[in-house]
Nanobody, 120 residues
Framework: QVQVVESGGGLVQAGGSLRLSCAAS????????MGWYRQAPGKQRDLVAV??????SYADSVEGRFTISRDNAKNTVTLQMNSLKPEDTAVYYC???????????????WGQGTQVTVSS
């Protein structure tokens, strides 16, 4: 019913920048929040940044370096990542908390993930 598709990512040197984009589509009634998570090999999936009702929240490790923004009309969210560090290397997943048409409650939908690799 809902598709979440990410784009962007890739390989960059430490100190560089990347921009991730994500679009949600389908039978969407409303989106409560959109955010980005990441998962490094052998580690759990952690929250990177989330935007909800115009308010943003960031993990301490990315505060001041990453910026999340959302286009409500297009159901898209972007993550601008600056001053990247090798420890930012991970698969980045987009998440959308969506209430589909006809549903009473929202549900979390995930993208397929996009690899971000930062070389030292």
């Amino acid at each position: 019913q809902v598709q979440v598709v990410e784009s962007g990512g890739g390989l960059v040197q430490a100190g560089g920048s990347l921009r991730l984009s994500c679009a949600a589509s389908g039978s969407i009634f409303s989106i409560n929040a959109m955010g980005w998570y990441r998962q490094a090999p052998g580690k759990q999936r952690d929250l990177v940044a989330v935007i909800r009702s115009g308010r943003t929240s960031y993990a301490d490790s990315v505060e001041g370096r990453f910026t999340i923004s959302r286009d409500n009309a297009k159901n898209t969210v972007t993550l601008q990542m600056n001053s990247l560090k090798p420890e930012d290397t991970a698969v980045y997943y987009c998440n959308a908390n969506v209430r589909v048409v006809g549903a009473l409650l929202p549900y979390n939908y995930w993208g397929q993930g996009t690899q971000v690799t930062v070389s030292s």
